[in-house]
Nanobody
Framework: QVQLVESGGGLVQAGGSLKLSCAAS????????MGWFRQAAGKEREFVAA????????NYAASVKGRFTIFRDNAKNTVDLQMNSLKPEDTAVYYC???????????????????WGQGTQVTVSS
C-alpha cells in the first residue's frame, strides 16, 4: 500500500508561480516512478508530468513543457511540481500518482499508475 498526500494548491494570478508537493508513505518510495495529472471542471483527467525512479528521466505534456518542472527527493519520500508562468487554463485539481510498473513510453497513461492522492485545487485568475 502507498498513501499519497498533495499540498501547495491555492489561488494565484496569471503569470505567477506555485509549487505543489506530494508526500508518500507505505511501500518504498524509490521503487516507484511518479506522475502528476490534472482534471479541470467538466474535462477528463490529463497527464502533466512524470519522473523515473532515479529522477534522471522525465516526461512532460506539451502544454506545460518549459513552464513546469517535476522533482523528486527519495530521501524525503516527496515529489514536487514547480509551476511557473501560470495561465488560467492551468486551473484544475492536481493529482499525484505512483507506479510500480515499468518506466517507458507510456508514463503519460493513467493506466500505468497504481496509487493516487486526493488532489489539490489550483486556481489561476486572469
Amino acid at each position: 500500500q502507498v498513501q499519497l498526500v498533495e499540498s501547495g494548491g491555492g489561488l494565484v494570478q496569471a503569470g505567477g508561480s506555485l509549487k505543489l508537493s506530494c508526500a508518500a508513505s507505505g511501500r518504498t518510495f524509490s521503487s516507484s516512478f511518479m506522475g502528476w495529472f490534472r482534471q479541470a471542471a467538466g474535462k477528463e483527467r490529463e497527464f502533466v508530468a512524470a519522473i523515473s525512479r532515479s529522477g534522471t528521466g522525465t516526461n512532460y505534456a506539451a502544454s506545460v513543457k518549459g513552464r513546469f518542472t517535476i522533482f523528486r527527493d527519495n530521501a524525503k519520500n516527496t515529489v514536487d511540481l514547480q509551476m511557473n508562468s501560470l495561465k488560467p487554463e492551468d486551473t484544475a485539481v492536481y493529482y499525484c500518482a505512483a507506479s510500480f510498473q515499468t518506466w517507458g513510453s507510456h508514463s503519460n497513461s493513467r493506466s500505468q499508475y497504481d496509487y493516487w492522492g486526493q488532489g489539490t485545487q489550483v486556481t489561476v485568475s486572469s
